[in-house]
């Protein structure tokens, strides 16, 4: 399964970065795109980042679930999940909006890709950053027949805007003393994109 899993992802990867047609997986003859279960499941991922829920965020993901982050940061399992989501929903405030441009399911497995507008508020200064870029989700199914992140990759850019939020809480991370570490340390892939 995990060949199966690699192969997707080159795939979608390949297609995303090139905008040429790759092999279709065999199908169910199901189009996920906007529709149903996934569209769900990508509302219900923005929700969850938005509102910091962090331990629904992590439920999302299959227990060896990975996310890879723009800056090629990958975080294995669910332990690194729950650090990551920790780190950027204590750091941002996030307000999502995902276009789906391509899925495709068969019985166990299926990629949902297209991409995404993202506003952020640096909580540590309420700096605003606009990022935009595209996504790929390759989902599995799990033993209760439910679909979970398997592989999660993100690429993107961030424009930061001359606008601030005017927040009065800051909400500095525990032990992070100052804007530019938080930045730092976000810039090392932290931030979900």
Do not use: C
């Not at 989501?85 to 068969?106: C, G, N, W």
């Not at 032990?175 to 090392?188: F, N």
């Amino acid at each position: 399964m995990r060949q199966w899993l690699a192969v997707a992802l080159a795939m979608g990867m390949g297609a995303m970065t090139w905008g040429q047609s790759s092999p279709q997986p065999q199908s169910t003859g199901q189009n996920l795109k906007g529709s149903g279960t996934f569209a769900v499941l990508r509302a219900e991922w923005a929700r969850n980042l938005h509102d910091k829920r962090v331990e629904d965020s992590v439920a999302q993901y299959a227990p060896d679930g990975e996310f890879f982050d723009p800056s090629g940061g990958r975080a294995h399992g669910t332990a690194a999940l729950r650090e990551l989501f920790q780190t950027i929903m204590a750091t941002y405030d996030s307000d999502l909006k995902f276009t789906s441009h391509r899925s495709e399911v068969t019985p166990t497995l299926a990629y949902d890709s297209g991409t995404y507008q993202e506003t952020l508020i640096v909580r540590a200064g309420s700096r605003v950053e606009h990022s935009s870029g595209s996504y790929l989700t390759i989902y599995e199914r799990g033993k209760g027949g439910e679909w979970l992140i398997a592989q999660q990759m993100w690429t993107g850019s961030i424009s930061d805007a001359p606008e601030t939020a005017g927040r009065a809480d800051p909400g500095i991370l525990p032990g992070v003393s100052s804007t530019a570490h938080v930045e730092s340390t976000a810039k090392q892939g932290l931030r979900l994109r």
